[in-house]
């Protein structure tokens, strides 16, 4: 059974530029949320996936969008970027919607300067 | 909105001795409780959670209270060794349906220290 996996680990990016941050599910989850983990915060939740249509979102603008593929991969893409989206990507993933059970990845550290 | 509040922000105890971090929500409808633990450079690892029709729940050296009444939930951390040092941080969800409604409302962590 593999876990949730993330990539890249580490990205900078400059201002105004756009990012595409990656997620596979753990096998046999079917749904995807993405938190964003600012320095010495807990995570906050940005939106979920399930059934390849968003299920969910936080206080997030509409530049933060995202993608689930049929095999229940997941894409989070930030345009515009801002110094303030300077944080930790997480994405997670579950079975049928829920919020039990939730397996997160490692994360991707995005640096924008 | 729901609110989760934790306590405290550090922690530093001796190894072998208990560890208690406590957190407070906002949301009645709250209903499921998990507590993770983050490591450096690693994404949060569930520890433990608890549903609000339990009042206990108890893994080995871990244990989660849950006080509807008072909207208040603590991890229990006995015999503390090392390797438990990382950060703690509690969450709050209504649970069963993901989504807006079912997303994990987070703490804001707890600094854990064992000294050996």
């Known amino acids: 059974e593999t876990g949730v996996t993330q990539s890249p680990t580490h990205l900078i990016k400059t201002r105004g530029q756009q990012v595409t941050l990656r997620c596979s599910s753990q096998?046999?989850?079917?749904?995807v949320s993405w938190y964003q983990q600012a320095l010495g915060q807990g995570p906050q939740f940005i939106f979920q996936y399930y059934r390849e249509e968003e299920n969910g979102r936080g206080n997030f603008p509409p530049r933060f969008s995202g993608l689930q593929f049929p095999n229940y991969s997941s894409e989070l893409n930030v345009n515009a970027l801002e110094l303030d989206d300077s944080a930790l990507y997480l994405c997670a993933s579950s079975l049928a919607g829920q919020t039990y059970g939730y397996t997160f990845g490692s994360g991707t550290r995005l640096t924008v300067v | 909105g729901e609110n989760v509040e934790q306590h405290p922000s550090t922690l530093s105890v001796q190894e072998g001795d208990s560890a208690v971090i406590k957190c407070t929500y906002s949301?009645?409808?709250?209903?499921?409780f998990p507590w993770y633990k983050q490591e450096l450079g690693k994404g949060p690892q569930l520890i433990i959670d608890?549903?609000?029709?339990?009042g206990e729940k108890k893994d080995q050296r871990i244990a989660v209270t849950l006080n509807k009444t008072a909207k208040h939930f603590s991890l229990h951390i006995t015999e503390t060794q090392p390797e438990d040092s990382a950060v703690y941080f509690c969450a709050a969800s209504k649970g069963h349906y993901g989504g807006s409604q079912g997303n994990l409302i987070f703490g804001k962590g707890t600094k854990l220290s064992v000294k050996p």
């Open positions: 096998s046999g989850h079917n749904t």
């Open positions: 608890i549903r609000s029709n339990v």
């Open positions: 949301d009645s409808a709250s209903n499921y």
